[in-house]
């Protein structure tokens, strides 16, 4: 079992970045797929970007293609989502989640674990 702690959220204006990071403990992230997604206030959670197990795929969401970036650091065992060009839709707390599956997955069902959320706010 692995467990996951985000960091690197806060406030920054639009246009700005943030870098988020899930760093991996009980387990090498190199075990897992991984992902990110996002809860805005009375909204459900939805995909952001995912990178499979090998790290040789990404994809992302279409609302934030171009602008995000996920990477993974198997020696730092910690997963990274670059965010850059930020807008105040972007706005929401962020989760980094594991899954057992090799390839990219892009439902919140398919991961196994997650971690407890950092929050991003973006002023316009």
């Known amino acids: 079992q692995v467990q996951l702690v985000e960091s690197g959220g806060g406030l920054v204006q639009a246009g700005g970045s943030l870098r988020l990071s899930c760093a991996a403990s009980g387990r090498t992230v190199s075990s897992y797929g991984m992902g990110w997604f996002r809860q805005a206030p009375g909204k459900e959670r939805v995909f952001v970007a995912a990178?499979?197990?090998?790290?040789?795929?990404?994809d992302y969401a279409d609302s934030v293609k171009g602008r995000f970036t996920i990477s993974r650091d198997n020696a730092k065992n910690t997963i990274y989502l670059q965010m850059n060009s930020l807008e105040p839709e972007d706005t929401a707390v962020y989760y980094c989640?594991?899954?057992?599956?090799?390839?990219?997955?892009?439902?919140?069902?398919?991961?196994?674990?997650w971690g407890q959320g950092t929050q991003v706010t973006v002023s316009s």
């Open positions: 989640a594991a899954t057992t599956y090799y390839s990219v997955r892009y439902s919140s069902g398919e991961y196994n674990y």
């Open positions: 990178i499979s197990r090998g790290g040789s795929s990404t």
